[in-house]
C-alpha cells in the first residue's frame, strides 16, 4: 500500500489517505510536544519506538480480545490502519499517582491504587482537553452511553493485558491514554498510538521512569530513556 494525499499532520505523526478507501497510512515522526503544545522539541529515534511498540502492543492486545484499528506495519516509521473517526475523548487509565492527578489532588507520585481509576478528557486544543466525566460526554455528544461503556470495558481491559505484560518486563504500568475510532459501520477500535509518549513507565527496581517525563520535565537521557524500553519490548517479543 502506498501514502496519497496527506490528510493530516498532527503533532506526533502525519496521517496519509491510501487507495483503499477504508485504510489509511500513519507515519510517526521525531516531534515532540508537551503542554498542549507549548513545549516544543524533537527527540531522535521517538518515531520509530513509537511506531513499532504501538504495533506490537495493538496486536497483542487483538490476541486478547480488545479490535484496534492495526492493519500492517509498511516500515520503521509507517503503519497502514483502519480509517476511523475518532472519539474526541482521551481515556485514562491510572494505577499508581503521577502527573496531573497527583498534581490536582495534591498528593505525591508513586501512591498505588487498589483498584485502576478511569477518566476522561475532551480532546480540544482550545479548550486545553478538560477533564470531563460519562454525564458531560453524552450531554455533548462525543459518544453514546453503549459506546461509553465499551470503551470502558476495553480500556480496562488494555490496562490488564498491559500492565501484566510491562511487569514480566521489569516495568510499571503507571498511567496511559488510550483513543477510540468508530469504524464505517460503527464499531469502536483502539486507535491512536501506545508509547512512551502515552503510558508513564517506571522501572520496577529503581523507579526511573522510561517515557516522555523525562522530555516534560527536562530530566535528560530521553532519547535513551525510548530506547530502553523499545529494547525491553522487542527482546521480549
Ligand atoms: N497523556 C497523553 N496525552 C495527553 C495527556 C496525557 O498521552 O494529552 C498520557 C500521559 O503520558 C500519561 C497519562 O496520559 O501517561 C496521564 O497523564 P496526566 O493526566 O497525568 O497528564 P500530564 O501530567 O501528562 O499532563
Redesign the pocket.
Same mark, same amino acid.
Given at each position: 500500500m502506498e501514502k496519497k494525499e496527506q490528510l493530516y499532520e498532527g503533532k506526533a505523526k502525519k496521517v496519509f489517505a491510501t487507495e483503499d478507501a477504508a485504510c489509511c497510512i500513519v507515519s510517526y515522526k521525531d516531534d515532540a510536544t508537551?503542554?498542549?503544545g507549548e513545549k516544543r522539541g524533537t527527540i531522535a529515534g521517538k518515531g520509530v519506538v513509537n511506531n513499532r511498540m504501538t504495533n506490537l502492543m495493538m496486536q497483542l492486545l487483538e490476541k486478547q480480545g480488545v479490535p484496534t484499528h492495526f492493519v500492517e506495519e509498511l516500515s520503521e516509521r509507517d503503519t497502514v490502519v483502519k480509517k476511523v473517526s475518532i472519539v474526541p475523548l482521551?481515556v485514562?487509565i491510572?494505577n499508581v499517582s #503521577?502527573? %496531573?492527578? #497527583? &498534581?490536582r489532588y495534591g498528593v505525591e507520585e508513586g501512591i498505588v491504587f487498589d483498584e485502576p481509576t478511569i477518566e476522561f %478528557?475532551y480532546k480540544n486544543d482550545a479548550l486545553g /482537553?478538560p477533564l470531563i466525566n460519562s454525564y458531560h460526554a453524552l450531554a455533548l455528544k462525543l459518544a453514546s452511553k453503549e459506546e461509553i461503556e465499551t470503551i470502558k470495558k476495553y480500556a480496562f481491559k488494555v490496562n490488564e493485558v498491559l500492565k501484566e505484560y510491562f511487569l514480566q518486563l521489569g516495568v510499571k504500568l503507571? /498511567?496511559? &491514554?488510550l483513543e477510540f475510532g468508530r469504524l464505517a459501520d460503527g464499531t469502536i477500535v483502539l486507535a491512536d498510538e501506545i508509547s512512551p $509518549?502515552?503510558?508513564?513507565f517506571w522501572d520496577a527496581k529503581t523507579n526511573e521512569k522510561l $517515557? &516522555? $517525563?523525562r522530555f516534560?520535565r527536562d530530566m535528560g537521557g530521553v532519547e535513551a530513556a525510548y530506547q530502553e524500553i523499545f529494547k525491553r519490548v522487542t527482546e521480549a517479543k
Open positions: 508537551a503542554f498542549n482521551e485514562i491510572r #503521577a502527573g %496531573s492527578f #497527583a &498534581k %478528557s /482537553d503507571i /498511567d496511559f &491514554k $509518549d502515552t503510558c508513564r $517515557d &516522555k $517525563d516534560r
